[in-house]
C-alpha cells in the first residue's frame, strides 16, 4: 500500500470526533485507507445487499454487532441510519468510535448535516497525489506520462493501462452514480456532456454555450455539472475579486481531478500523443491546480485556491489565498522559461500591493527550480513541495 497524507489527518480527527467521514470520488482508495487507519474494527460494506437490508430493517441492531464501532464503507447507501448513529455516538461518548466512507457528496453530506452535525470530522480523499507517488518511489518520470497516467490507485497496484481502465472507469460511473442521483434518459447526450466538459478545462465555465454544444437546456447542464461536481469527477475554480476596482470575471473556470479522466474523454492514446497535443497546456494547468488542492484537502483544510482574471484579460491561473495575503500563481507547460511567462505575474504585481506578502510562483514543465525576477520558478516535478505548504 502507497502511504497517504490524509492518515495523519484522519488519526488527529479521531481524537476529537466520534465519527470520522472519508468522501472521495470512487476507486481512490477510500475503503483502504480506511481499513489501514483502523486495522482492529470491524469492516461492513453497505454496498451489499443483506447488509444493506439487514441495516434498513433494523438499524439497531445492526449497530449493535459493533460495541466498539466499525468501518461503514459507501454509508451514503443507508442514510437512514444517521440518526441511529446519532443517538449510538452521544450515549457511548468515546472519540474515533465509526469511521464513514462515501463516494457521492450529496447523500454522505446530507446524512451528516441533518443527523451528525458537530460529530462527523470529514475529510476528502483525492486520488493520489503526485507527493504520494513521489515518496513510494511509484511517480511517472515525465510530464507527459504524469498528465497521461493520471493518480488512480488501479493504475499503480495492478497490470492495467491507462487507455484499458479509465474508458471503463467513466462507463461504471455512467452506469452506477449517475442513476442513482439523476435520471439520464439518453447515456449518449450525456457522454458528449463529459467530453465537452473534458474539452473545456481551463476555460472560464459558459453555461449557455456548453448546453447549446450538446444539444440540452441551461437547467440540465447546469443539474449534471452539479452531479460532476458530487462525485467528485470535476470542479470549479472560483474567480478572487478582493481589493480590485476594475470589473472581473465571475463565472467559475472548470477542472477535473485527474488528468487521466480528462485525456481519456479527449480520445488522447498514449503520452506521446499527449506531449504534441494541442490541449497540453490545458492539462497541465488542470493538473498543477488538482495537486495544489490535494495538498489542502490531506490536510484537512478547505481550498483557498482562486483565479483572477479581468475583462482586460489580464489573467492569474491560481491566486491562494492565505489571510490578507495573496500568492499569485502561473502555470506553463513549456519546458524553457522565457520572459513572457514572467508578464502576467509582473502586472499583477503592479495593481496589487499585497503580492509583496508572499512570493509569487511559476511552475513550468521543465527540470530545474530557480529564482528569477522575484519569483519561484517550479519545476513540474516539486509541485508536491508547494501543495504542502499552499
Not at 442521483?181 to 459558459?206: E, S
Not at 467528485?232 to 472548470?254: C, G, M, T, V
Not at 481531478?257 to 480528462?262: E, R
Request: contains cysteine; glycine residues 8%; aromatic residues 10%.
Amino acid at each position: 500500500m502507497i502511504p497517504r497524507h490524509l492518515t495523519e489527518t484522519i488519526h488527529r480527527l479521531r481524537n476529537g470526533f466520534p465519527v470520522v467521514a472519508i468522501t472521495g470520488p470512487r476507486q481512490s482508495g477510500k475503503t483502504t485507507l480506511a481499513r489501514a487507519v483502523v486495522p482492529e474494527k470491524p469492516y461492513v460494506s453497505l454496498e451489499d445487499p443483506d447488509t444493506r437490508g439487514y441495516a434498513l430493517d433494523d438499524p439497531r441492531g445492526f449497530l449493535g454487532q459493533f460495541p466498539d464501532g466499525a468501518v461503514l464503507d459507501e454509508a451514503q447507501r443507508v442514510p437512514e441510519l444517521f440518526s441511529y448513529l446519532q443517538s449510538r455516538v452521544d450515549l457511548d461518548g468515546r472519540m474515533g468510535l465509526f469511521v464513514l466512507t462515501g463516494s457521492q457528496q450529496f447523500g454522505l453530506r446530507a446524512g451528516i448535516t441533518q443527523s451528525l452535525a458537530g460529530r462527523v470530522g470529514l475529510v476528502t480523499l483525492l486520488p493520489f497525489s503526485f507527493g504520494e507517488l513521489r515518496d513510494a518511489g511509484r511517480a511517472p518520470t515525465t510530464m507527459p506520462s504524469c498528465l497521461y497516467t493520471g493518480s488512480f490507485p488501479p493504475l499503480y497496484d495492478r497490470p492495467v493501462t491507462p487507455q484499458d481502465w479509465y474508458p471503463r472507469y467513466i462507463a461504471t460511473y455512467l452506469e452506477r452514480d449517475l442513476h442513482q442521483l439523476i435520471q439520464v434518459r439518453d447515456l449518449h447526450v450525456f457522454q458528449t456532456f463529459l467530453r465537452m466538459c473534458a474539452a473545456r478545462v481551463g476555460q472560464v465555465l459558459n453555461l449557455s454555450a456548453l448546453a447549446a454544444d450538446c444539444g440540452v437546456t441551461h437547467n440540465t447542464a447546469r443539474s449534471w455539472i452539479s452531479v460532476l461536481e458530487a462525485s467528485y469527477i470535476l470542479f470549479l475554480l472560483q474567480p478572487h475579486h478582493r481589493n480590485f476596482s476594475k470589473r472581473l470575471i465571475k463565472a467559475p473556470k472548470l477542472y477535473f481531478h485527474d488528468t487521466g479522466v480528462v485525456a481519456s474523454l479527449m480520445g488522447i492514446e498514449d503520452e506521446r500523443h499527449l506531449a504534441t497535443h494541442a490541449m497540453r497546456g490545458q492539462i497541465f494547468e488542470n493538473w498543477v491546480i488538482a495537486e495544489l488542492l490535494k495538498g489542502r484537502m490531506n490536510r484537512g483544510l478547505p481550498s483557498n485556491l482562486f483565479f483572477w482574471r479581468d475583462r482586460a484579460g489580464l489573467e492569474i491561473d491560481v491566486i491562494a489565498e492565505h489571510g490578507d495575503i495573496l500568492q499569485p500563481m502561473e502555470i506553463k507547460s513549456g519546458a524553457t522559461v522565457t520572459t513572457d511567462f514572467f508578464t502576467g505575474l509582473r502586472r499583477w504585481c503592479a495593481l496589487n500591493d499585497e503580492c509583496t506578502g508572499a512570493t509569487p510562483v511559476l511552475f513550468y514543465g521543465g527540470e530545474d527550480d530557480s529564482t528569477r525576477h522575484g519569483v519561484d520558478v517550479r519545476s513540474w516535478r516539486t509541485v508536491a513541495d508547494i501543495a504542502a505548504q499552499v
